[in-house]
């Protein structure tokens, strides 16, 4: 441990055993000089890998131009990404705000939600995670609840389609939806007449990497057209291509009416966006929306994000990530079949989870498995994360940069093998 930890507020559990010295790519080095494995992406924000050479000269050329503003004054860095971003998008999405993390970016989707309905009763996802400041919060069920006072009014949870743990004991292994329907009835009793908005993650990722079946977002905007409420969608862990297409919402051919996205669009750099229709937008501004913030519309971040959507599209990564993701959901599944202790193995594209149990009859969540396997992959050579929801701990999210190779996953693949045997020859389940 580096004695000058001792100076930092510790706000999520430990830190790493080790600080770490360089990255490139898909590797980060230690101070010691040991090369581990990035399968976290950073915070799952270093889409295009650890230094991109794209990204580090439009920083530079930023830099020697002008980095920050008065957030009244506009850039051509900032003008190029608006256009860039919402030429990704469908129409009507076609405005944006250009902001600094996700969880800025959900809280500014939901006061556009609420001004522009003029409610403001919001449903969301158990397990969900959409940021840890009060106002989402709210509506972020997987963690981040107790111990920190009341909440928001008006903040309703539609249960996860999670098919391994059917949260309404119905389903077993394929969702049917039903848990969506049940869940906009009990919202539709709970409500006192204010809805407003459904906020959800296309693939829940701290909740333990839960796919939704083919549908259900169709299902959920007819749900949320019925009751007048917006559909709002956060794009933070999934927008880009790390899921195989540009943005999840496509695989079911649904068109929000607000998109937040984050993480993947910074290319390690503090960006986030808040994308709506102009219809939504004119009638926000005619009722006076404000969110200003030190560094809305920021030059520096705007010209990385526009570095990360050429790369994107240039160099093909959404088609290689979805070839590489369904290589690695394929490799993980030959490991399961070797394993007990894997319970299952999901995802879509480079976002997958693998659940541990102590038994797959069973299913009882293998939580202390999980924090020794996290632990001895790193020991080997391979960083990635256990995700916490539900009072479990036993998920494993991995999430490589778009530029991982078929060779990197491999070994990424073998260590945890060998990791998960040497943990169990230690301490058996």
Not at 13 to 19: D, K, Q, S
Not at 101 to 124: D, I, P, Q, W, Y
Not at 260 to 279: D, F, H, I, W
Request: aromatic share 6%; net charge negative.
């Amino acid at each position: 441990m580096d004695e000058r930890e001792r100076f930092l507020i510790r706000y999520s559990g430990g830190f790493a055993p080790e600080p770490i010295a360089k990255a490139e790519g898909v590797w980060l080095e230690t101070e010691s000089g040991k090369r581990v494995l990035d399968f976290t992406s950073g915070q799952i924000c270093s889409t295009l890998g650890h230094n991109h050479p794209r990204v580090n000269s439009a920083i530079r050329d930023t830099l020697e131009r002008v980095s920050h503003l008065n957030s009244w004054m506009l850039s051509e860095p900032v003008l190029a990404l608006a256009e860039r971003l919402v030429g990704t998008f469908p129409e009507p999405l076609d405005r944006v705000l250009l902001l600094s993390t996700g969880t800025e970016s959900t809280e500014v989707a939901l006061k556009l939600a609420k001004l522009h309905t003029g409610r403001f009763e919001v449903a969301g996802l158990t397990r969900s995670f959409h940021g840890l400041l009060a106002g989402i919060a709210s509506v972020n069920y997987s963690m981040a609840h107790q111990g920190y006072g009341p909440l928001l009014p008006g903040a309703f949870a539609i249960p996860a389609p999670y098919a391994y743990r059917c949260p309404v004991r119905h389903c077993d292994g394929a969702c049917d939806c039903t848990c969506l329907e049940v869940g906009f009835e009990l919202v539709d009793q709970a409500s006192v007449g204010s809805l407003c908005a459904f906020i959800a993650e296309p693939i829940l990722s701290a909740g333990g990497i839960i796919v939704p079946p083919d549908g259900y977002f169709r299902r959920a905007r007819e749900l949320c057209d019925e009751r007048g409420m917006l559909l709002v969608l956060d794009e933070a862990q999934t927008g880009f291509g790390r899921v195989g297409t540009m943005f999840a919402f496509e695989h079911d051919g649904v068109v929000p009416d607000i998109v937040a996205v984050s993480k993947t669009l910074g290319g390690g750099l503090p960006l986030a966006a808040t994308v709506t229709s102009e219809a939504i937008e004119d009638d926000c501004f005619a009722k006076g929306f404000l969110h200003v913030t030190s560094h809305v519309s920021d030059p520096l971040p705007a010209a990385a994000g526009l570095a990360v959507l050429q790369a994107i599209d240039e160099d093909g990564l959404v088609a290689e990530a979805a070839e590489a993701g369904e290589y690695l959901l394929g490799q993980l599944r030959e490991l399961q079949a070797q394993h007990e202790q894997i319970g299952d193995v999901r995802g879509r594209g480079l976002l997958v989870g693998m659940e541990l149990v102590e038994d797959r009859d069973a299913k009882e969540p293998a939580n202390a498995l999980g924090a020794a396997m996290t632990q001895e992959c790193f020991e080997r050579g391979l960083s990635m994360n256990i995700v916490r929801s539900g009072g479990s701990a036993n998920c494993l999210r991995l999430a490589p940069p778009l530029i991982i190779s078929a060779q990197e996953i491999d070994l990424a693949v073998e260590i945890m093998d060998a990791s998960l045997r040497a943990v169990l020859a230690t301490s058996p389940v």
